[in-house]
């Protein structure tokens, strides 16, 4: 009768849970704990179950008279450590007496809390340096260059520089952090998207030609009609063209393509690709994973020498989701970049 209890408790508890007797061997465990560490045969001792040092010190505890012990650990899983808080609870009752042991899978949350971590981390590095510069450009001022004309233009025009690479970076923090937010909300209107780019490409235009790169469009000629949100689309091919004009090469040719998909297996339906491609050095395939992470730079002195914050890509990407699209890149050293935006036709498509 007790049995049949215990195993019913077992069974309503969401996270993993073992119960033991007074000799620490196995009497019940639910289908969250096999799913952790595989079967769990009745009958067997639980350190052949997990062995963890800490964790098999706690329960001794507990079935030695503590009422309950709580900590956390890493577990070793198949294919990843886990963070786990482990809590193990005395069992008292007539004819039983053992101890419950609670796993709880906190990797999650460590990961998001590590991501917290690094964001700060690396938000205060990016401002530490143009914060750093401008302190020393004004001591500088104030000090040996006070009566130095050619050198107080100088410094002041990095000053400009450097304040307006802060400027950029807050501008994209709050981008960001507006996008984040608007993720989950589909966009409820249309827009023309080949109005859009051959906009862009105007805006961008005189750009191109200080960079001495050729911008031509293709497939962009009539009306194409999406659902989107008009002013995160321009943000989108803002940031991949000039990326194309930046670091394509110069003489060169940065190329947008947009194209009809009839069907693309991923949206489920028919959708628009615009294909942003330059003919730059490339970027080494080892790299592409991660072009999209937050402060993620394959060649960290250049993007900040052309006024990068290593936000755009992640952008981007945030963007492309929120528009149930997908972003594609492809790239050899090279050979070149290319840039894919994917969008459905119509509204609902995943």
């Known amino acids: 009768m007790i049995e049949t209890r215990l195993h019913a408790l077992l069974r309503g508890v969401p996270v993993a849970m073992l119960a033991v007797d007074g000799q620490a061997r196995i009497i019940g465990a639910n289908e969250a704990a096999e799913a952790l560490l595989g079967a769990v045969p009745g009958g067997r001792p639980f350190v052949t179950v997990l062995r963890h040092p800490e964790v098999n010190a706690a329960l001794e505890a507990v079935l030695s008279g503590q009422e309950r012990a709580r900590l956390n650990v890493t577990l070793g899983a198949a294919d990843r450590r886990m963070f786990c808080e482990v809590t193990v609870t005395a069992l008292a009752a007539p004819g039983l007496t053992g101890a419950a042991v609670a796993i709880e899978d906190r990797s999650r949350d460590e990961e998001t809390e590590q991501m917290r971590r690094d964001f700060v981390a690396n938000v205060s590095h990016e401002l530490r340096t143009p914060l750093t510069a401008l302190m020393g450009f004004i001591e500088t001022l104030r000090g040996p260059a006070r009566n130095d004309p050619a050198a107080r ?198």
């Open 153 to 350: 233009d100088r410094f002041l025009d990095i000053m400009e520089r450097e304040a307006g690479r802060m400027n950029r970076l807050v501008a994209d923090l709050l981008s960001l952090s507006r996008v984040e937010q608007d993720e989950r909300r589909r966009p409820a209107q249309r827009l023309d998207l080949a109005a859009l780019l051959r906009g862009v490409a105007a805006t961008l235009a005189p750009a191109a030609a200080a960079a001495q790169v050729r911008l031509e469009m293709q497939g962009a000629d009539g009306q194409v009609m999406v659902p989107g949100d008009a002013d995160q689309l321009v943000q989108v091919f803002h940031n991949l063209i000039e990326n194309a004009v930046k670091y394509g090469a110069a003489g060169g040719v940065a190329t947008v393509t947009l194209e009809r998909l009839p069907h693309e297996p991923v949206l489920r339906g028919a959708a628009w690709s615009a294909c942003v491609a330059d003919q730059g050095e490339g970027i080494d395939p080892q790299h592409l994973p991660r072009l999209t992470e937050r402060f993620y730079r394959v060649d960290t002195h250049r993007s900040r020498e052309q006024g990068g914050t290593g936000l755009g890509l992640a952008i981007v990407k945030h963007i492309v989701n929120r528009h149930r699209g997908r972003l594609r890149i492809e790239s050899e050293r090279g050979q070149g970049s290319r840039f894919t935006v994917i969008l459905p036709e119509q509204v609902g498509r995943i």
